[in-house]
DNA sequence: ATAGTGAAACTAATGGTATTAGTTTTCTGA
DNA sequence: TCAGAAAACTAATACCATTAGTTTCACTAT
């Protein structure tokens, strides 16, 4: 009757990962979570402490896969090291376009208490998209390169959470949108 | 036993709006509603649809609020018409600060069914900043004032919805954050 | 004034969710 | 081999939304 189905912390939230991906970060449950792994949701509770720590393993998936994408885009071109950030910026969309539940776990941070390690990684990428947009800047003070990273972050977020979400519909391409956007922020930080 | 309560519509809506600005979207619940107004959860039904329409409906309450305050920073500053545009950029960001609630309903859009009316009034803010940006572009292409409108939006809501996720916490003032990405995207799509 | 009607509240019930407690089964290592 | 830990289970609780069916109130027309 419990046949020890080979069920894994690691399992479990690949599986979580795929739903989400595949039919929204809402309907990552312990119900269709159980279902799909083959068991009783209270099962789970073996592995894993419920549904908020589910949400926040999700969130740091998110994150380090963001992470790994855009610091291989970077390796991919340190040849022409000043024209690294829309390399960037193209891998994030590209990111959260195929994994748009772990994407949208990256960012509804607000309502639950986020980990240690999520900070981290949150830091980490802020650090990696600081240190591409720091050639593009004439002035070096600090506070200008923050001010460019949050402007950087804005768009890109505001860019692919828009999309996700489901708007920029108009039959326009949305990727040359995307290009405009980005090609203007960057000669906008360099003017000043 | 059921001394008529005054419940409406209109009151109900009210009591949403609150409790989503107040404590957050997703506590927006028929439980929550019906105990802030002194009801059963199953009355709510004689005056709306269910849960989905609440969400609607304060969906739609979120964009007449974002339109009116950008209408109205519009008419503010009709003298100076080509310093428009961060006028209207600060009107979205402050009404998305002091109704954080409705301001997420307007962008949570995906998963549900959305009305014509929200269609309608979408399009209208579109309408609004495609008009506010105008002046600012040389080319009056109209591909151009599309993409330019979409990383503006981006911008905007990149913005908020970092700053409502609890982001940009480092010690650097996030208004001048905002000015300065505003100024820089402005500059670039001037320049091309 | 009062009877009747429709609207607005109610209670009860259903089915979904997460979670906890307590139990059984299975695998493993001594 | 067997004893204990780990991993599954069932049962139960407490929420949630929603529907059905019932009662009560307020108004309107006689």
Redesign the interface.
């Known amino acids: 009757m419990s046949p020890r189905v080979g069920l894994d912390d690691a399992v479990i939230m690949q599986a979580a990962a795929t739903i989400a991906d595949e039919t ?1 970060l ?1 309907s990552v449950t312990l119900a269709t979570l159980a279902k799909q792994l083959n068991v009783r949701p209270p099962s789970l509770y073996n592995h894993v402490n419920g549904l908020p720590e589910i949400r926040n393993k999700l969130t740091l998936l998110g994150l380090q896969g963001l992470h790994e994408a855009m610091q291989e885009a970077l390796s991919k071109q340190k040849q022409s090291d000043s024209d690294a950030v829309p390399g960037l910026a193209i891998a994030y969309a590209q990111y959260a376009m195929k994994h748009p539940g772990l994407y949208e776990a990256t ?5 639950r208490e ?1 980990t240690e390690e999520i900070q981290q990684k949150a830091a980490e990428l802020v650090e990696l998209v600081s240190n591409g947009l720091r050639p593009y800047l004439s002035s070096a003070v600090e ?2 390169i ?3 990273v ?2 950087f ?7 692919t ?2 999309i ?5 519909n ?1 039959a ?1 391409d ?1 990727d ?2 995307f290009r ?2 980005i ?7 360099q ?2």
Do not use: D
């Open positions: 929204g809402q960012i509804n941070i607000n309502t986020h506070a200008e923050i001010h460019a949050r402007g972050r804005s768009l890109l977020h505001g860019y959470s828009l996700l979400s489901g708007g920029f108009m326009i949305r040359e949108s405009y956007m090609r203007a922020y960057i000669a906008g930080i003017k000043s």
